[in-house]
């Protein structure tokens, strides 16, 4: 994508070139900064994916976008722990994982729901 834009402003397909810098120059802060949180699905009653690596500080958004089930997402550790209470069809929440380790997220509905978080520094 930046490099259409920057195609595009060399070619003088903006009549404002100040416009168009400002755009790349999003463009580029946006992914100097990351994408955002990482999404996980709660769906046919399972985390989707069921496994993910990130790093100490990023974070993980839950979206229960399972019909009109609830669901209630948790972690209890010593180190750290959440707990989302529970979630209507369609709500989100994001969690910040802080401490680095290996975590498995339950959900208090649906038992056999599980997600592993593998936490690095």
């Known amino acids: 994508m930046q490099s259409a834009l920057l195609r595009a402003v060399r070619l003088g397909r903006f009549g404002r070139v100040p416009f168009a810098a400002a755009i790349v ?14 999404v996980i699905s709660q769906k046919d009653r399972e985390f989707k994916p069921a496994e993910i690596s990130i790093k100490r500080g990023e974070v993980l958004r839950f979206i229960n976008d399972d019909g009109e089930l609830l669901h209630h997402a948790y972690l209890s550790t010593d180190t750290f722990s959440f707990d989302s209470g529970d979630q209507q069809p369609g709500s989100k929440f994001d969690v910040t994982f802080s401490v680095p380790g290996d975590y498995t997220v339950l959900c208090g509905i649906h038992p056999k729901m599980k997600l592993a978080v593998h936490v690095a520094k």
């Not at 120059?25 to 990482?38: E, F, V």
């Open 25 to 38: 120059t999003g463009a580029l802060a946006g992914a100097a900064l990351g994408a955002g949180p990482y």
